[in-house]
């Protein structure tokens, strides 16, 4: 066998990201309030970039018409690369500086209009509330104190474990090791006087778990996400050794979606398989997640949409405000002054191609989100005029196709982003939503669903709640079909009662 040596040509396509790309991205997964802390960071790191508080032709426009076609008179002569440099920088500037005067960002548009004056009341702003006052612990221990059996040594040892959990509801330490803490207190005679200074028992720590394990939300003092899952599977008045069985062998399987190898491992049919997902994917790994301590958030809508004179449906990005940048004059003046000092001319330069960059990408991502959010109303039509019921099953590829992007364009779009409607405010990708086909071919979406069951248990006879089974047959009857799984999954998702905690005697 004989091998040829040498040099070869091949040519290949490959995509590399320039920094104006990468910047352009990470511009576009902002919200509000993100892009605000962006800009105000730039502003302080770049010296040649600087808030437009003219609201008219800025000095740098001045610059460029009275001296573009008239440097020094050795400029050319001198160093003819480093003003073309310069024409380079000043083209780029103004046509940025062109989009920043279009309507988009004219001071005759209302968006800009809403950021000036005492009006403030343009759009809504949102004050969240902190969440819950009452700590995980002090959930917990509240349910201890309501346990009739449940006191002295056993509530101590319980309470020691609760606070050995984290903030998900899991075991910070194994069980082991809280024991033997436990013990080296009593040697060291620090222990809680409910103890009587004797340690406990190793079977007495593992039934004191067993209580925390009992108390609500169902998967507290797990040891990880295993037992979590299990914890709630055990719960579950109905046989789930199927579900228990996937979530204990065949987890990373479930999480690369392998559905068929799990059905072929376990010997249940795919159908079967598919039906213990559901029920495994309505489980909380967080059970500790409505108790995690949330600052306050201050929600600005990223797109306003509103209804004209004609009852027409109308998208704008606000970017009431999002200051308008320019590049400082007096650095750009600097930079056809500094031909003698490279390092300085480098700097210079450097600072001011990131000023661009970054006004650029701004302006991108407002194009990008007006063109997005447009396409969603327009297909969210109905959910605009009739509610959540009428919310149309939408695909993030639906939208990319349609206004000519990469669907993780969209994704970056919709992404934290949300939007102010008449009588709402929600996030924007709440508006994507998977769907089921009617036995007429249409489709429902997931919230249309939901808003359906919500519609039934409202109408029910208090008396007689409606089960997950009749709801499913009553959905039958309009056409919907899915299992009793599903509703169950929607509505607990929803925090419903079940049909015995919404029955009234």
């Known amino acids: 066998m004989r091998l040829n040596v040498g040099l070869f040509q091949q040519q290949t396509q ?5 920094p104006q790309m990468i910047q352009s991205m990470e511009i576009l997964v902002l919200n509000q309030q993100q892009l605000e802390d962006r800009i105000s960071g730039e502003l302080e790191e770049n010296v040649t970039l600087e808030r437009d508080e003219q609201q008219e032709e800025t000095a740098a426009r001045e610059i460029d018409d009275g001296e573009s076609d008239q440097g020094p008179p050795d400029a050319v002569q001198d160093d003819a690369a480093g003003q ?3 024409t380079d920088l000043t083209e780029r500037y103004e046509q940025l500086n062109d989009l920043q005067q279009s309507d988009f960002w004219s001071e005759s548009s209302p968006l800009r209009r809403a950021g000036t004056g005492d009006d403030e009341d343009h759009f809504e702003v949102v004050e969240n509330t902190a969440g819950r006052d009452e700590s995980l612990p002090e959930h917990l221990i509240g349910q201890l104190s309501l346990k009739s059996g449940v006191g002295g040594r056993k509530r101590a040892l319980c309470e020691e474990i ?3 959990l984290d903030d998900r509801g899991w075991l910070i330490h194994p069980l082991e090791e809280i024991h033997s803490a436990l013990v080296s207190g009593i040697s060291l005679q620090g222990c809680d006087p409910r103890l009587k200074g004797q340690a406990p028992s190793s079977e007495e720590m593992l039934l004191a778990l067993e209580q925390v394990q009992q108390l609500d939300p169902v998967g507290v003092g797990a040891s990880d996400l295993i037992d979590c899952l299990c914890i709630q599977l055990h719960r579950d008045p109905g046989e789930n050794q199927l579900e228990e069985q996937i979530v204990r062998e065949h987890l990373d399987d479930l999480a690369r979606n392998r559905l068929p190898h799990i059905a072929r491992q376990t010997g249940h049919p795919l159908d079967q398989v598919k039906l213990a997902v559901e029920v495994i994917a309505a489980l909380e790994p967080i059970p500790g997640r409505p108790f995690r301590q949330q600052p306050n958030a201050r929600v600005v809508p990223d797109v306003l949409i509103t209804e004209d004179e004609k009852g027409k449906l109308m998208v704008e990005v606000n970017s009431a405000s999002v200051p308008r940048l320019k590049i400082s004059p007096h650095y750009r ?6 031909r003698d000092d490279p ?9 001011i191609e990131n000023a661009e960059w970054l006004m650029g990408a701004v302006v991108q991502r407002s194009s990008t ?19 959540d019921r009428h919310l149309q099953p939408l695909r993030m590829q639906d939208v990319a196709d349609a206004v000519g992007v990469n669907v993780s364009t969209v994704s970056r779009a919709i992404s934290g982003k949300w939007f102010q409607a ?10 994507f939503t998977s769907g089921t086909v009617r036995d007429d071919g249409s489709q429902e979406s997931r919230g249309g669903v939901i808003a359906r069951i919500q519609e039934l248990i409202e109408k029910e006879d208090a008396r007689k709640p409606l089960s997950d089974a009749q709801i499913v047959k009553r959905l039958a009857e309009d056409g919907i079909r899915i299992s009793r799984r599903t509703v169950t999954k929607y509505r607990e998702a929803e925090a419903i009662p079940s049909s015995r905690e919404r029955r009234q005697h």
């Open 14 to 18: 490959k995509q590399i990201l320039s």
């Open 162 to 164: 609760i606070y050995n």
């Open 333 to 338: 003046e600097l930079l056809k002054t500094a």
């Open 369 to 387: 989100l007006q063109r997005v959010a447009e396409e969603v109303t327009r297909r969210q039509e109905p959910f605009f005029r009739g509610g």
């Open 84 to 86: 073309q440099e310069l």
């Open 343 to 351: 390092e300085l001319r480098k700097y210079l330069k450097k600072r």
């Open 422 to 431: 008449p009588g709402m405010i929600r996030e924007l990708r709440s508006l």
